[in-house]
């Protein structure tokens, strides 16, 4: 029983997608795949991208975030923002505070969220992060940089879509000048634009229709959840515990 509890960890597969305009409490807009046969807009995200990465270790999954972008999740999908529908707006507005305290998430929304969301949106960041993932190998600089350009939005009221606010994001995440630039000229290339748009289309064949996403792939079939409210199902059907969103300290309660 044990060496069959081991393959079936190893199996373990999981994508989150992520895009930071949604209103998620998870840094971006990035889906996420669970290789475990076991990304509301931008503030939501934010939060399942957090949590997802805390329960990388304790559940032992293989976690991948996966930039795409919401505009195109949308558009694709036929879906419309619920931050149109007034009572909606309203009380998606008080649950994100209530949200942000029970997720320990840093949120403070900007003064004008129509316009960072739909006037300014983020396609140049999400190119950016998409050429981030591109560059590097073992997917912690896409943690830190979308997670430093969620906060620009989410918790600092500051632009991500020119060039300066991307570059001042990630030198926050820890890269160097020397990657900035290359990651600035790739973040305009035919390839980035088009691996966004595959990616984007990716998550669209898995069912999405918004963010916060996620797939968990178990014993080879592919699970796909959305909201930030769904782990402790997605615990259940990866044979996981949910130990709610710190699990280091509910660890240390037992």
């Excluded at 007034?86 to 969220?113: G, H």
């Excluded at 035919?190 to 996403?213: H, I, N, R």
Aim: charge should be positive; charged fraction near 25%.
């Amino acid at each position: 029983m044990l060496a069959a509890h081991r393959r079936r960890l190893r199996q373990r597969k999981m994508e989150i997608v992520t895009n930071l305009q949604d209103l998620c409490l998870l840094p971006l807009t990035v889906w996420g795949q669970l290789n475990s046969k076991i990304k509301q807009v931008l503030k939501r995200r934010y939060k399942s991208k957090n949590v997802m990465c805390r329960y990388r270790n304790v559940w032992n999954i293989d976690l991948k975030l996966r930039p795409a972008f919401l505009g195109g999740i949308m558009h694709g999908a036929g879906n419309k923002p619920p931050g149109l529908v007034p009572n909606k707006f309203a009380y998606m507005t008080k649950d994100l505070n209530r949200l942000a305290e029970y997720f320990s998430v840093p949120l403070q929304s900007p003064a004008d969220p129509f316009e960072v969301m739909f006037q300014k949106g983020s396609l140049a960041a999400m190119r950016f992060v998409a050429a981030v993932q591109e560059k590097e190998k073992d997917g912690e600089k896409v943690v830190n940089v979308s997670r430093e350009l969620w906060r620009r939005i989410w918790s600092e009221d500051k632009d991500i879509t020119e060039p300066a606010s991307l570059s001042e994001a990630a030198v926050k995440a820890g890269l160097s000048e020397s990657e900035i630039k290359e990651l600035l000229a790739m973040s305009t290339s035919t390839q980035v634009k088009e691996k966004l748009k595959s990616t984007t289309q990716a998550a669209l064949d898995y069912g999405a229709f918004g963010f916060p996403m996620i797939v968990c792939h178990v014993d080879g079939k592919p699970e796909m959840f959305f909201g930030s409210d769904r782990f402790e199902l997605m615990a259940h059907c990866i044979g996981e515990k949910w130990l709610g969103p710190q699990p280091s300290k509910s660890a240390a309660k037992l």
